[in-house]
């Protein structure tokens, strides 16, 4: 009877399946933003730095909402919403409240970290763009005076 019992695993819950071919429309997106972003940046074209910095934008708000809903089920304690939708991958009654915050608490660095770098990146690319609409500002008026 034990040999048996040792023999037959129960099945452990497995997550939601991904699709692999959903994946590649926001790859193909991320390419493609950062290919004008390096070919705007050649040329020194403005108008070519427009998906970049639309798609910085919208990453920085939906880093910040993640993180801001994140912070929020932490500080009310809401680990079970936070397993579901974050996967953590572990039974709650196993682990003490302590050793729960600490994945919490490192998703919520590298949510930060990340957010702190696309703000960043999204200043260095406005600060770009800037300048390539004061090149072509300043060649403009040059143009008028010859």
């Known amino acids: 009877i034990h040999s048996q019992s040792s023999n037959t695993k129960a099945k452990e819950p497995q997550g939601p399946k991904i699709n692999l071919k959903i994946l590649t429309i926001p790859i193909g997106l991320v390419f493609l933003t950062i290919f ?24 920085s708000f939906l880093i910040a909402i993640l993180l801001a809903i994140v912070v929020i089920c932490w500080v009310c304690d ?27 608490a490192i998703i919520i660095a590298v949510l930060s970290c990340s957010l702190i770098f696309q703000m960043w990146s999204t200043r260095a690319v406005c600060g770009c763009f800037r300048y390539f609409t004061d090149v072509a500002k300043h060649n403009a008026r040059m143009a008028n005076y010859v």
Do not use: M, W
């Open 78 to 104: 809401a680990r079970k919403v936070l397993h579901r939708y974050l996967l953590l991958g572990r039974e709650l009654n196993q682990h003490s409240k302590s050793q729960d915050k600490l994945p919490i």
């Open 36 to 59: 004008y972003l390096f070919i705007g940046i050649i040329q020194q074209k403005s108008n070519l730095l427009y998906p970049f910095i639309l798609l910085q934008v919208f990453l």
